[in-house]
């Protein structure tokens, strides 16, 4: 079992900055690919971004590329997502999520592609 325990939400005005934390623990971090997804009210979650299990390969949906990076630090068994001139529109509940990465890819792009998931951290973006 892996259990992910996201941080780093909360309220920031539109261009502003924030970065979010996931901690994991449980198995080997390093065997394992990292995402984010996020839910607004109302809406299906959306795929954001993944990172391979060594960092070395990364993906973001085209909604956030040039404005969110995803990294990861195998060390202290954490995941990052930085977030960059926010929006209104990026609005919802964060959630990261892990999947074995026996490839080092960065390709698991839908929610089945992951096996475990954090409870989520709200980032609410004000006009």
């Known amino acids: 079992q892996v259990q992910l325990v996201e941080s780093g939400g909360g309220l920031v005005q539109a261009g502003g900055s924030l970065r979010l934390s996931c901690a994991a623990s449980?198995?080997?971090?390093?065997?394992?690919?990292m995402g984010w997804f996020r839910q607004a009210p109302g809406k299906a979650r959306e795929y954001v971004a993944t990172?391979?299990?060594?960092?070395?390969?990364?993906n973001l949906a085209d909604s956030v590329k040039g404005r969110f990076t995803i990294s990861r630090n195998n060390a202290q068994n954490t995941a990052y997502l930085q977030m960059n001139s926010l929006k209104p529109e990026d609005t919802a509940i964060y959630y990261c999520?892990?999947?074995?990465?026996?490839?080092?890819?960065?390709?698991?792009?839908?929610?089945?592609?992951?096996?475990?998931w954090g409870q989520g951290t709200q980032v609410t973006v004000s006009s």
């Open positions: 990172i391979s299990k060594s960092g070395g390969a990364t």
């Open positions: 999520a892990a999947t074995y990465d026996p490839w080092g890819s960065a390709s698991y792009s839908s929610e089945g592609n992951f096996d475990y």
């Open positions: 449980g198995r080997t971090f390093s065997n394992f690919a």
